[in-house]
């Protein structure tokens, strides 16, 4: 039904504005209209372009006007070439180079003095980033914006030309290319249709979806590791902006700031910046009739999205958040159907939500209406405090590095001798990705009693980006705060934990005192860390300590190398290499080389390896389970495991029925989704069904039968691995059917019990927990005796006393004691001592089932041997 169109409604009325034909010189009249090139008015109800139809009209305007350069910026995990959009005066386009000297000198050198300071304020300009659409279902902010440029660069306006000679806006057209396109198309398909505005069936991204946003510390993928790159190393602009939208029912606008809890690590001027920023863009659109802005409600600054981590580097990092439409649909709003979130408690006018949106018809041009507007504003007021803003950027430097040399920590060290020498190089190109200063030790010493070994990896605190380094290296502490005094606590709004050492199972000092004679003994680190050599030789053996040594033999299998594991410890050359640590053997040369170069791990050469005693190992042939929801963990352990070298194939729940699991794979993979979408296809529960996003031919799960056909992989000798929710699939009552006469019917024995656990005060919103392993047993090799797991407080195990054809073992079980290491947590002791890690035996096969997410978001390497342990065949006792 299409009530209501956009160009029969006011909102065109702004569009006319920029649409006039600007009476300038000639290259300005030969600037394209954004409907010129797409055929329509961007905005337009029912109407999207794709990602190339977008970068196709930034590079008309980059051809007719000087003041817009497109710069190619990466590329997205799909491929596609990403952009920043430079728009601003002629001058400064001309002038980007000098001006990125300016950033970069404001932002990273402590010790200008007043004067250089003073100059490089006047000459330099303000460098405003934005972000558009990364997530690609948030279609608005990438539809505003070939409005938003034909505006800047078509303007007549001498205000916002004073304003362009001030700023540098510089736009990424869309964070997520691929997702985009993704999303545009599933649109298209339906659009006219019963079910227009049907959600896209698979994650809007190669692996991550949404978690994309999830990703701006461990920077694993190629979108995320060239936006970070861009505050990191690259251009250092003052101010940076994300664009989202939200549900429909919310408040229309969320501008800055948000509510607590924020990040106690940042400068406090910082905050206010944000809230200069936030404010002026609530003035500016509520003086424009624009109704239903907020601010100071629904969204929090402490956890590590790309706004807080930009924030963590010093940068005025902000995000918006607009209603949403059905991406280009419209949708009608009922008043009663309004809802209100964290810091704001009622639909009212309020002081930080001045003026309510009553309800009524929603469309993809009001978003963009305020997308452009808001934009303006940013643009003004960036412009109106230009001085200040670069000002600041230089003083918070100086006074981050003062803070290193005057306040503890004063050092992070990480030691060069690990049992994850893989997990410590990738460590420390990740921290140089992230532009920290990184130095070594260049003769032992002995600091505040720790004895440092030469080449030791040091982090001095004495830096601009301090706050993210401590951010990063210390174990988080949940910073809580109250609605009212002695009131409900402020919830986190996403995970509590992201300790790089702690994470990634390394070893690390904080340094609490000061030592000046240890910072002469540091060198830069500037070149790629890379302490191993360029040639080795088989047979060589890896420690199983090192993820890096799991990577060397799944690519060695697959070259056809003969991979072993070692029956017991050895030592070789000095070193101790520990049970199941593996032996390759075959033969050698650049293959072998290349290996070792993509483990990350230095191994050991073997005189006789007839003299060990080796178990031969084979890759199993695994089965990775992903439903059509957005199925972010699938996308994630998918990503591990191209980045492992696993070979895997991806199965919807709806094959099942079709699927020969016995002839076919070893091992399916069930990654952390929910029972009833894994069942089903359906949202909700028996109890409390919800209706789905989804067109009718992806709302299907694996149905009882293929519960059962997979009970009988199993009973045959199959291997089943489930983590997180999906574990509820293999609770209660399950069945197969033998033959025609002969049913069996049994329960597993485990169970979940955190449903109580819940009702009696436990909560883990995403945090670390200390886990005890079993030791000596073949899912635990190469794990230190404890290991701090990504919890998210479901399942929550016990396991029961067997029967007939079934067994148990406990492999990980929570600590009695201390049980958080790291994130926050209320009752920690409802998890004390319960099983995480449970190895179950049913008929001739097994299952692994984990509590918690071994492979989190691809930032708890410190868990995935758990994985990749059990991807091995093994013996048990
Ligand atoms: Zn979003």
Redesign the pocket.
């Known amino acids: 039904m299409r009530k209501f169109n956009l160009l029969t409604s006011g909102i065109m009325l702004v569009f006319i504005t920029f649409i006039i034909p600007p009476q300038r010189g000639f290259a300005q009249t030969s600037v394209p209209k954004p409907e010129e090139h797409f055929g329509f008015v961007p905005g337009s109800d029912y109407m999207l372009f794709n990602y190339e139809q977008l970068i196709g009209y930034l590079e008309k305007l980059d051809k007719a006007s000087p003041m817009l350069k497109l710069v190619e910026n990466g590329q997205s995990p799909m491929g596609r070439k990403m952009y920043i959009a430079f728009i601003s005066s002629e001058e400064n386009i001309n002038n980007l180079d000098r001006l990125r000297e300016i950033n970069k000198e404001l932002a990273l050198n402590p010790d200008l003095t007043e004067i250089q300071q003073a100059e490089y304020v006047k000459d330099g300009r303000v460098f405003f980033l934005a972000t558009l659409s ?2 690609s279902t ?1 279609v608005a902010p990438s539809q505003a914006l070939p409005l938003i440029a034909y505006q800047l660069i078509t303007t007549d306006d001498p205000l916002l030309k004073k304003y362009l000679d001030d700023v540098v806006y510089m736009v990424v057209p869309n964070h997520n290319p691929d997702g985009m396109d993704f999303v545009v198309e599933n649109y298209n398909k339906y659009k006219g249709t019963q079910y227009e505005g049907a959600s896209l069936p698979r994650v809007y991204h190669k692996y991550v979806g ?1 978690d994309n ?1 999830r990703d701006f510390v461990t920077l694993s993928q190629e979108d995320t590791k060239a936006i970070s790159r861009i505050f990191d190393l690259d251009w250092f602009p003052q101010v940076m902006i994300e664009k ?3 549900g429909s029912t919310s408040i229309r606008y969320y501008v800055p700031p948000t509510t607590d809890p924020i990040a106690e690590n940042i400068d406090a001027e910082l905050w206010a910046w944000t809230g200069i920023f936030g404010t002026n863009m609530l003035r500016d659109l509520t003086s424009e009739g624009l109704a239903g802005v907020g601010q100071k409600t629904l969204y929090d600054d402490y956890w590590p999205g790309s706004t807080e981590t930009c924030i963590w580097k010093n940068v005025i990092g902000m995000l918006t ?1 607009a209603a949403s439409a059905r991406e280009a649909s419209p949708v009608y709003i009922e008043p009663n159907e309004l809802q209100v979130g964290k810091g704001l408690s009622e639909y009212e006018k309020s002081i930080n939500f001045p003026l309510p949106w009553p309800g009524g018809w929603w469309h993809l041009g009001d978003i963009v209406k305020l997308e452009i507007e808001s934009t303006n504003s940013i643009i003004k007021t960036a412009s109106l405090l230009k001085n200040d803003i670069l000002k600041f950027r230089n003083d918070i430097c100086k006074r981050e590095v003062e803070k290193g040399k005057t306040e503890p920590p004063y050092y992070f060290v990480v030691p060069a001798e690990q049992a994850d020498q893989s997990e410590l190089i990738a460590l420390v190109e990740l921290m140089k990705e992230h532009g920290i200063n990184t130095f070594q030790l260049t003769e032992d010493y002995t600091l505040n009693g720790i004895n440092l070994k030469t080449g030791d990896i040091v982090y001095p605190l004495a830096q601009p980006f301090r706050a993210f380094l401590k951010e990063v290296m210390e174990k988080q502490e949940y910073p809580v705060r109250h609605f009212t005094p002695g009131g409900e606590i402020m919830r986190p709004y996403d995970i509590t934990s992201w300790s790089l050492p702690l994470h990634r199972g390394l070893k690390s000092y904080e340094i609490k005192a000061r030592d000046t004679g240890f910072e002469t003994k540091l060198k830069p680190l500037t070149e790629v860390y890379n302490p191993l050599k360029s040639e080795y030789k088989l047979p060589a053996v890896f420690s199983v300590t090192s993820n890096g040594s799991f990577k060397a033999s799944f690519i060695a299998m697959q070259k056809g190398l003969k991979v072993s594991r070692l029956n017991k410890e050895v030592s070789i050359n000095g070193k101790a290499y520990a049970k199941g640590s593996f032996v390759i053997q075959g033969n050698e040369g650049e293959q072998f080389n290349n290996i070792v170069k993509e483990s990350l791990t230095e191994p050991g050469f073997i005189e006789e390896p007839g003299k060990l005693e080796l178990s031969a190992v084979s890759m199993p042939r695994i089965a990775l389970v992903e439903t059509y929801f957005h199925d972010m963990d699938a996308g994630w352990t998918r990503y591990l495991f191209d980045t492992y070298k696993l070979p895997f194939t991806v199965l919807h729940p709806d094959e099942f029925e079709k699927t020969d699991f016995v002839k076919n794979y070893d091992i399916v993979i069930f990654p952390g989704t929910g029972k009833n979408y894994l069942m089903t296809g359906k949202p909700g529960s028996e109890t409390n069904p919800y209706m789905s996003s989804y067109h009718p031919d992806y709302i299907k799960g694996m149905g009882k039968k293929g519960l059962e056909k997979l009970m009988l992989f199993v009973n045959d000798g199959g291997k089943i691995i489930s983590w997180g929710p999906s574990t509820d699939l293999f609770t209660g009552m399950l069945e197969i059917t033998l033959d025609k006469e002969k049913k069996e019917e049994f329960m597993l024995p485990f169970s979940n019990v955190a449903d109580q656990a819940r009702k009696d005060g436990l909560l883990v919103p995403g945090s670390l927990i200390r886990m005890k392993l079993k030791k000596d047993h073949p899912l635990t090799f190469g794990m230190p005796e404890e290991v701090g797991v990504f919890y998210r407080g479901n399942p929550l195990f016990n396991t029961t006393v067997p029967r007939f054809d079934m067994d148990r073992r406990v492999i990980g079980a929570f600590a009695e004691k201390e049980i958080l290491m790291s994130g926050y947590c209320e009752k920690e002791e409802k998890m004390a001592e319960k099983p995480a890690m449970i190895w179950i035996k049913k008929g001739k096969g097994e299952f692994i089932l984990y509590s918690f997410n071994p492979q989190f978001r691809a930032s708890t390497p410190a868990t995935y041997k758990l994985l990749f342990n059990a991807l091995l065949p093994f013996q048990t006792e």
């Open positions: 990364m997530h948030e949404h946003n989202h939208q939200m958040e």
